[in-house]
């Protein structure tokens, strides 16, 4: 089964709108990261947060990171139309090297 | 600008006919990694190099092999090519554990 499992698969929204994506996991992680990705593109990396980190902000973007409930929320804030994309939550597991596990993926949708 | 560079974007191949598929990286990191996502699916790691070592998933088909024969470059080698095959391949490449990926445009295969 998945190490990362993404709530909600679709989230369309109004641009201006709030958009919270959720990732919870399995087991124990040194990182969770978030990246997006365009339809048919490559991967961006968004934000990288540390098992012993709580919170990180950047630009728009907010990450939370609960290592008791082992579950992230990646939260968008005031959207706009260019960040329709699919976002997925990637973990870095302990001891796992340098392997990342992606999640299923949120799409996003944001309409004007 | 530093930058991981797939070639071709788009390789049409026969049923059967070997396909390779290239990586160049100029951030001069460690780690190159190489990913199959199919269509709304999360990517999947197929092996990584870390250096000249080489990392491959216990579930990854012996019909993908992989080269590295320096730094900058990275080869994905499918040597019998099956409809299942089709996806868009994703070279990253990351300084170590724990860090950011950084990914490719993709290079997407179609099987006829």
Not at chain 1, 20 to 30: D, F, G, L
Not at chain 1, 90 to 105: E, H, P
Request: proline letters at 4%; a positive charge; hydrophobic letters at 30%.
């Amino acid at each position: 089964s998945q190490q990362g499992e993404e709530d909600p698969q679709a989230l369309s929204i109004q641009e201006g709108e709030n958009a919270t994506m959720n990732c919870s996991y399995k087991t124990s992680i040194n990182n969770l990261q978030w990246y997006r990705q365009n339809s048919g593109r490559g991967l961006v990396h968004l934000i990288l947060i540390r098992s012993n980190e709580r919170e990180k902000h950047s630009g728009r973007l907010r990450v939370t990171l609960d290592t008791s409930k082992k579950s992230s929320s990646l939260l968008i804030t005031a959207s706009r139309a260019a960040d329709t994309a699919s976002y997925f939550c990637a973990t870095g597991l302990t001891g796992g090297g340098n392997k990342l596990t992606f999640g299923t993926g949120t799409q996003l949708k944001v309409e004007l | 600008d530093a930058m991981v560079i797939q070639n071709p974007r788009y390789q049409v191949t026969q049923f059967g006919k070997p396909v390779t598929l290239s990586c160049s990286q100029t951030l001069n990191h460690n780690v190159m990694y190489w990913y199959q996502q199919k269509s709304s699916q999360a990517p999947k790691l197929l092996f990584h190099y870390y250096d000249k070592d080489f990392n491959n998933e216990a579930d990854t088909p012996d019909n993908f092999q992989s080269r590295r024969p320096n730094t900058s470059f990275c080869f994905l080698d499918i040597r019998s090519p099956g409809l299942g095959d089709a996806a868009m391949y994703l070279c990253a490449t990351s300084s170590g554990q724990g860090q950011t990926q950084y990914f490719g445009p993709g290079t997407r295969l179609l099987v006829l």
